[in-house]
C-alpha cells in the first residue's frame, strides 16, 4: 500500500510484504482447520452442526451479520462523544 | 457464638490501614492482606461455623460451602495481583477503597443468610464507589455518583425482596429459591442490577473506565461475579436468566463493536461474558453451573488481564480512544503479548483458560438440546473474538501507526501482566486444578479432536470476517446511547422542563398574589388613608343637615 522507500523505515510487521505473507499464511491456516474435518468427522447434536464447514460458515455469517447489525443501530444510537458532557 | 471471623474481615479491617502506611510497609500489606485471607478461605471447613444472633435472627456469618471457597480464591487472587499492579501507582484512598471492596465481596461468598449477605453487599456498593471516585477526576466524580445510586437502588430492591421473603417463610437462610412471589423476584431483580442485567447494564460501561487505570482492574472483578455467584446459589435453573443471559450476551458484542474508547470496548465485553454465567444458571444442570463458576474463575483472571493491558496503555500515553492509538506493540511488547494473551482467553481460544471454561455452558445447552440458546451461545462465542479478542489488540496495538513510542509500564505492572498471562494458559492446559474444585464433580473433556476442530473453525472464521469488515469498522469518535439516556438525559430533561414550568407558574401566582395584596392594601390606604373617605372627620354640621333633610322627605311623604 505505501510506497516500497517508506516501507524499510517500518517494523517488519508492518511492512507491505509481510502482510502480504501473513494474508497467504492465515488462507492457508483456514484452509487447514476446514479440511482436517476430513479426518476428523464433528459428531453433531443437532445435524446442522456436524456439516462439513458448518462452524467456519455459521463464524463467519454470524460474524458479518453482527458488525452489519451494530452498524445498522449505530446510525440511531451513535452520538458525538462530548454528547453527555455539557 | 463467634468461634470463626468472616475471611473477607482481613481485607476490610486491613484497608483501613493502607493509608496509614507508606513505602515499603504499605507495599507489604498489600501482598499480605490477600495471601492472609487466601489463607483463612482455605482454612474454613464446610458448613456453618459462626453464628451471631440478631434481632431474633441467628445470622450465619460464615458459612463454608464450595462455591464459595471458589469464588472467594478468585477474588483473593485478584487482589493479590491487582494489588502488585496497583502498589506504586495507585492513590491510597483507591487501594483501600479496593481492598475493603474485595474484602466484602468475599464477606458475601461466606454468607450463609441474606442479611449477612446484604451487609456486605451494601459494603461492596460503598467501595466500589469509593474506587472510582479515587481517579479524582470531574468526569469520574459524576460517574461514580451516577453508579452509587443504581447500586443503591439495586440494594433497595433487593433489601425489600429480602424482608419481604423473611416474613413469608420466617427464614433468613441464603438457600436455593425460585423467583415465584414478588419477594422472591425483587431478590432476583436486585441480584442481576449487579450482574449488569437489562435494563441496568450501562451503569458498567459507564463507571468503569472512569477509574484511575489500576482502578478499572479492579472493579471488573467483583461486584458482577459476586451478583454471579448469589445467583448460582440463589437462582440456579431459573429459566429467565437463560434469556437474560443470552440478551447480554449480544448486548456487550453490539456495543463494543460500536464504541471507541478502548476500556469501555472491555467494559461492554464484562456484560457479554457475565451473560454466559447467567445463560449457564439458567439452563442449571450440573454441567452449565459448573460452566458458570469456571467461567467467572477463568474470566476474572483474564479480564483483569485485559484491563492491565489497556491500563498501561493509558497510563504511558494518556489516550484511551481507538482513533488516537495504534502501533503501540513496537514500543510496548510486554503490554501487547500480554494483552493478546488476554483476547485469546477471553474469546475461548484453545489452550487457554477460556476454552476450559465456556465449553461446558455451551456444551449443556446442546445436552439438553436446547438448538436456539446454543445457536446463540455459538455465534456469540464467535462475536467476542470479534468484538475483543481481535478489536482491542488490533486498534490499540496495530492499525495505523499513531507515531507514539511509550515504553512499558513499571515492573510491578509487567510483573502482575505476566502472571495473569501465565495463568490464561495455565488453566488452559492443565484443567485438573480448576475442575477440582468445581461445585459439582466434572464429567467433561474439553480436549477432544471434534471440539478442536469446531472451535478453530469458529473463531478463525470469525477473525475473516474482522478483517474483511474492517472498512466498516473504521472507528469514529462517537459514543452509543443506552437505556442510561433515560435518566442521563429524558429524566433530566423533564425535570429541567418541570423546574422550568413550574417556576414560570409560580412566579405568575406570586405575582397575582401581589397585585391582589396591592390592590387590597391600595383599596385600604383608599378608604382608611389620609384622603380616605372613612378616615375623614364628619362635621357635626352636614349631620344635622342631613337629618333635617330625611325628615323634611318624611313629612312631605306623610301628608301626600
Redesign the interface.
Same mark, same amino acid.
Given at each position: 500500500m505505501s510506497a516500497p522507500s517508506d516501507d524499510r523505515d517500518k517494523h517488519w510487521l508492518v511492512r507491505a510484504a509481510t502482510i502480504r505473507k501473513l494474508w497467504i499464511l492465515f488462507a492457508a491456516i483456514l484452509a487447514v482447520t476446514v479440511l482436517v474435518q476430513l479426518a476428523v468427522p464433528l459428531h453433531g447434536h443437532f445435524g446442522i452442526d456436524g456439516w462439513f464447514g458448518f462452524p467456519a460458515a455459521y463464524g463467519f455469517l454470524t460474524c458479518v451479520a453482527m458488525v452489519v447489525g451494530a452498524k445498522i443501530l449505530g446510525i440511531f444510537l451513535k452520538r458525538k462523544d462530548s454528547y453527555y458532557d455539557d | 457464638m463467634i468461634d470463626a471471623l468472616p475471611p473477607g474481615l482481613i481485607l476490610i479491617l486491613g484497608a483501613l490501614l493502607i493509608p496509614a502506611t507508606s513505602g515499603l510497609v504499605r507495599q507489604g500489606l498489600v501482598l499480605a492482606l490477600p495471601l492472609l485471607t487466601l489463607w483463612a478461605i482455605w482454612l474454613v471447613p464446610d458448613g456453618v461455623q459462626a453464628t451471631l444472633p440478631f434481632f431474633g435472627y441467628m445470622l450465619e456469618p460464615v458459612e463454608g460451602s464450595i462455591v464459595g471457597r471458589l469464588f472467594a480464591t478468585v477474588f483473593t487472587v485478584m487482589t493479590l495481583i491487582g494489588g502488585l499492579y496497583a502498589m506504586n501507582q495507585a492513590r491510597a484512598v483507591e487501594l483501600a477503597g479496593a481492598f475493603g471492596y474485595a474484602g466484602s465481596a468475599v464477606g458475601v461468598t461466606f454468607a450463609g443468610d441474606l442479611i449477612t449477605m446484604f451487609v456486605f453487599w451494601e459494603i461492596m456498593a460503598i467501595g466500589s464507589t469509593v474506587v472510582i471516585w479515587a481517579a479524582g477526576t470531574a468526569s469520574a466524580y459524576a460517574a461514580s455518583m451516577r453508579y452509587a445510586l443504581v447500586h443503591i437502588f439495586g440494594g433497595v430492591v433487593l433489601m425489600v425482596g429480602v424482608v419481604g421473603h423473611i416474613a413469608e417463610t420466617g427464614s433468613i437462610d441464603f438457600v436455593a429459591m425460585q423467583a415465584d412471589s414478588l419477594a422472591r423476584w425483587l431478590i432476583l431483580i436486585g441480584f442481576l442490577v449487579n450482574a449488569g442485567a437489562p435494563p441496568f447494564s450501562a451503569w458498567l460501561p459507564d463507571a468503569y473506565p472512569e477509574a484511575s487505570p489500576s482502578g478499572t482492574v479492579f472493579l471488573s472483578a467483583y461486584t458482577t461475579k459476586t451478583a454471579v455467584f448469589t445467583l448460582l446459589v440463589g437462582f440456579p435453573g431459573e429459566q429467565i436468566l437463560v434469556w437474560v443471559g443470552l440478551y447480554m450476551a449480544?448486548y456487550g458484542?453490539?456495543y463494543a463493536?460500536?464504541e471507541? +474508547?478502548m476500556r469501555r470496548i472491555l467494559a461492554y465485553s464484562i456484560v457479554n461474558q457475565v451473560g454466559f454465567m447467567v445463560c449457564g444458571i439458567g439452563i442449571g444442570t450440573e454441567m452449565a453451573l459448573n460452566g458458570a463458576a469456571s467461567h467467572a474463575f477463568a474470566h476474572i483472571i483474564y479480564k483483569a488481564l485485559l484491563l492491565m493491558s489497556a491500563g498501561s496503555v493509558l497510563m504511558m500515553t494518556g489516550k484511551r480512544?481507538c482513533t488516537e492509538l495504534g502501533?503501540l506493540?513496537?514500543s510496548m511488547p510486554v503490554t501487547a503479548f500480554c494483552g493478546i494473551i488476554g483476547a485469546l482467553a477471553i474469546s475461548s481460544f484453545p489452550f487457554t483458560s477460556g476454552f476450559v471454561s465456556k465449553s461446558m455452558i455451551n456444551q449443556s445447552a446442546?445436552?439438553l438440546?436446547l438448538?436456539f440458546v446454543?445457536m446463540m451461545l455459538?455465534?456469540a462465542s464467535?462475536?467476542v473474538f470479534?468484538h475483543a479478542g481481535i478489536k482491542f489488540p488490533w486498534f490499540v496495538f496495530?492499525q495505523k +501507526?499513531s507515531g507514539m513510542r511509550p515504553p512499558d509500564p513499571p515492573l510491578n505492572m509487567k510483573l502482575a501482566m505476566y502472571v495473569f498471562a501465565g495463568l490464561c494458559i495455565l488453566l488452559g492446559v492443565w484443567t485438573d486444578p480448576l475442575y477440582a474444585i468445581l461445585p459439582y464433580p466434572v464429567d467433561y473433556v474439553p480436549y477432544t479432536?471434534?471440539h478442536?476442530?469446531?472451535?478453530?473453525?469458529?473463531?478463525?472464521?470469525?477473525?475473516?470476517?474482522?478483517f474483511?469488515?474492517l472498512p466498516?469498522?473504521k472507528r469514529?469518535?462517537?459514543?452509543?446511547?443506552?437505556l442510561d439516556w433515560f435518566y442521563?438525559?429524558f429524566f433530566k430533561a423533564i425535570g429541567t422542563e418541570f423546574t422550568v414550568r413550574a417556576g414560570d407558574h409560580r412566579q405568575e401566582l406570586e405575582q397575582a398574589a401581589l397585585a391582589r395584596l396591592g390592590r387590597f392594601v391600595e383599596g385600604l390606604y383608599r378608604h382608611h388613608g389620609p384622603q380616605g373617605i372613612l378616615a375623614r372627620t364628619w362635621p357635626t354640621g352636614s349631620t344635622v343637615l342631613w337629618v333635617a333633610i330625611l325628615l323634611g322627605v318624611y313629612v312631605v311623604i306623610y301628608y301626600i
Open positions: - | 449480544l458484542i453490539i463493536l460500536l471507541n +474508547d480512544k502501533g506493540f513496537q446442546a445436552d438440546h438448538t446454543w455459538t455465534a464467535a462475536g470479534l496495530f +501507526d479432536g471434534d478442536l476442530v469446531s472451535q478453530f473453525q469458529l473463531l478463525l472464521f470469525a477473525g475473516l470476517a474482522f474483511v469488515m466498516m469498522m469514529t469518535e462517537t459514543i452509543s446511547l443506552d442521563r438525559r
